[in-house]
């Protein structure tokens, strides 16, 4: 039979936007609803403490994803949706399979160096071991639920190969146990920024850049209005600003009228303003649905706190199945739990 379960993660960076949703969640939830797969999802705030951060906006930010993650489409009912750090067995896997990790293939993580060239450069500079170890903390959230399938962009590719290295060596050393985790790659569009149009939808640039999965419909449409269009291009050449609206426009759902535009620009038209306002009138759309979802949701507060320890129970229940049988074959005594 072949190994159906997917598994992917979601740092609590505040509210999701538009680059992730279309990027990572609207997928997941496409994912759930296929039916073919048991989907669990995770809110990773072990992930986020890699990287310098403020206790109480950590525990504020990880109920706020969580909400929103229910917000935007996933069903508790059809998915195991839930906070990493209410499943100690992550952390417990993750010291095993560090044990199994080769030191060398750690130190050729481009994240871990993207990221600690970042904080270099900054005043009181500080590094963790944290965020020298993290993939393998990504390893065990993957193998604990022994993932066959990993949705994940392209940045994370390289975490991914070390995830099947390191089942590989677990396996090689202990004995037959974990699958190897493959990337589950689907077509989702990448947005850019609205203001720089050269990098990708981040929040991390500023408010200018993106737009928040719940923004009110004033500010969605001044932020349309006033985004980048052409860079300088030639001739008939479409720049990347009108592209990346013409993908949100897509990604929305609105293919026939994409396409429209595309043809009118095709033939030379350089008209911009029906251009963001049909965007702006998609987004207002979505961003007003998704906003009256997460009213509804964040509410009822003693139901997102009985969901968060439902699915925790759930995802423990499997946890600590795995965490049985890896401390049988890595030699460690049985305990009472
Ligand atoms: N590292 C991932 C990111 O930054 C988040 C993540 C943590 C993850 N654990 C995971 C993704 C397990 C997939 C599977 O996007």
């Known amino acids: ?31 759930q609803e296929s039916g073919c797969y048991q989907a669990i999802y995770c809110v990773v705030d072990l992930h986020a403490m890699t990287m310098p951060y403020n206790p109480n906006e950590l525990r504020k930010n990880t109920q706020q994803m969580f909400i929103d993650l229910l917000a935007a489409g996933l069903d508790p009912d059809k998915s195991i949706v839930f906070v990493q750090s209410m499943v100690p067995e992550h952390t417990e896997l993750a010291w095993i ?8 293939d750690l130190t050729r993580q481009t994240q871990f160096k993207d990221k600690s060239e970042q904080l270099e450069g900054k005043q009181d500079a500080f590094i963790s071991a944290g965020l020298f170890t993290y993939p393998v903390l990504q390893a065990a959230d993957i ?19 070390l995830s099947r290295d390191i089942a590989r060596r677990f396996n090689g050393q202990f004995g037959e146990y974990f699958p190897e985790p493959a990337v589950l790659s689907t077509e989702t569009p990448k947005l850019l920024s609205l203001a720089d149009p050269l ?6 640039l500023g408010p200018k850049h993106y737009i928040g999965l719940f923004e009110e419909e004033k500010s969605v449409r001044a932020k349309v209005r006033s985004a980048v269009t052409d860079t300088g291009e030639a001739g008939t050449e479409i720049g990347p600003g ?58 009822d507060r003693e139901r997102v706190h009985k969901l968060m320890q439902e699915g925790a129970e759930k995802a423990r229940a499997i946890a600590r199945a795995t965490m049985k049988e890896v401390r049988r074959l890595a030699g460690l005594p049985k305990h009472q739990e």
Not at 97 to 104: D, H, N, P, S, T
Not at 199 to 204: L, Q
Request: charged content about 20%.
């Open 1 to 31: 039979m072949s190994n159906q379960t997917v598994f992917s993660g979601i740092q609590p960076t505040g509210e999701l936007h538009l680059g992730n949703y279309f990027g990572a969640v609207a997928n997941w939830v496409r994912i």
């Open 199 to 204: 990098k990708k939808m981040s929040k991390s």
């Open 242 to 299: 009108a592209l990346n609206l013409l993908g949100l426009l897509r990604a929305c759902g609105k293919a026939d009228t994409a396409q429209a535009f595309e043809r009118e620009y095709a033939n030379g038209a350089r008209r911009y303003a029906p251009l963001k306002e049909a965007v702006a009138d998609a987004l207002v759309e979505l961003t007003g649905a998704m906003r009256q979802r997460r009213e509804g949701i964040a509410g």
């Open 97 to 104: 399979l560090g044990c199994v990790c080769a030191y060398g």
């Open 143 to 161: 193998l604990l639920y022994r993932a066959g399938w990993v949705p994940v962009g392209k940045d994370q590719e390289q975490h991914l190969e």
